[in-house]
């Protein structure tokens, strides 16, 4: 269980509770006050990031790999579409655990990210093999 759904809320109460007794009704809309401007400032985030991402193609991403060395486990999936700079592309059933997004980049290399409860878990980096390079060094030999 989030123990975020619970205590955000009982700690805003305690706050408006506590401002209420020591300093009456001025302190309760001071305590409302930062409550509503604390609300706003992470609804405007959201929107900055979903408006960015909005200008580019769901599940593109500059360089697959610079993700994949960006991202760490309990991140969220806000945080990770601020980071790309792009909705990705569910890969999974819509409304069911684990969600799956997928961001891939012009070289075909992609990441697969799955998230539990909007929490980054774990990722996986895929990148195309490219025979020609594979073969050039094979075939190459040190120099004497």
């Known amino acids: ?11 805003s109460v305690a ?7 020591y300093y009456s009704w001025p302190g309760v ?6 409550l509503i ?3 706003l400032l992470h609804f405007t985030r959201m929107m900055t990031v979903l408006k960015r991402a909005s200008d580019r193609p769901i599940g593109y991403v500059g360089s697959a790999v ?27 059933p819509p409304g069911t655990q684990p969600e ?10 992609h990441v697969t990210c799955e998230f539990w409860d909007g929490k980054l878990k774990k990722w996986e980096l895929v990148r195309p ?11 190459v030999s040190p120099a004497p």
């Open 29 to 34: 809309a001071v305590a409302l006050g930062g």
């Open 100 to 109: 799956l997004y997928r961001w891939t980049d012009g070289t075909e290399s």
């Open 66 to 92: 610079m993700l994949n060395a960006k991202l760490r486990p309990g991140v969220t999936l806000l945080h990770v579409v601020a980071m790309t700079k792009a909705l990705g592309a569910l890969q999974s």
């Open 15 to 21: 706050l408006v509770a506590a401002a209420y007794h």
């Open 37 to 39: 401007m604390w609300l």
């Open 129 to 139: 093999a490219q025979s020609g390079e594979s073969q050039t060094e094979s075939t």
């Open 1 to 11: 269980m989030q123990f975020q759904k619970i205590l955000v809320p009982l700690a």
